[in-house]
């Protein structure tokens, strides 16, 4: 079956980095569009960015936008996303999702 484990979450500083990634499996990843979706506390889900099954295209939301880069290991069967600079605004739980599919999610949290 379709799973998708996120790992690499953590508390970090305002300016810091954090890099996600998402491990895949139970379906053709190299063909698969993948994204990642975030959920702010006491908020709704906001799409971050996503990728295309080659890699060959990725999309930001305006807010990570110059900040933040999606890439994905066809071989390996992840999806990172590399965050710089970051912001208190950008904590919360981050899920990676194929289709209908989603992972648990990692929790980001950005605070002095």
């Known amino acids: 079956q379709v799973q998708l484990m996120e790992s690499g979450g953590g508390l970090v500083q305002p300016g810091g980095s954090l890099r996600l990634s998402c491990a895949a499996s139970?379906?053709?990843?190299?063909?698969?569009?993948m994204t990642w979706v975030r959920q702010a506390p006491g908020k709704g889900l906001e799409w971050v960015s996503s990728?295309?099954?080659?890699?060959?295209?990725?999309f930001y939301a305006d807010s990570v936008k110059g900040r933040f880069t999606i890439s994905r290991d066809n071989n390996a069967h992840t999806v990172d996303l590399q965050m710089n600079n970051l912001k208190p605004e950008d904590t919360g739980v981050y899920y990676c999702?194929?289709?209908?599919?989603w992972g648990k999610g990692t929790q980001v949290t950005v605070s002095s």
């Open positions: 139970g379906f053709p990843f190299s063909r698969q569009y």
């Open positions: 990728i295309y099954s080659d890699g060959s295209q990725t």
């Open positions: 999702r194929v289709g209908d599919y």
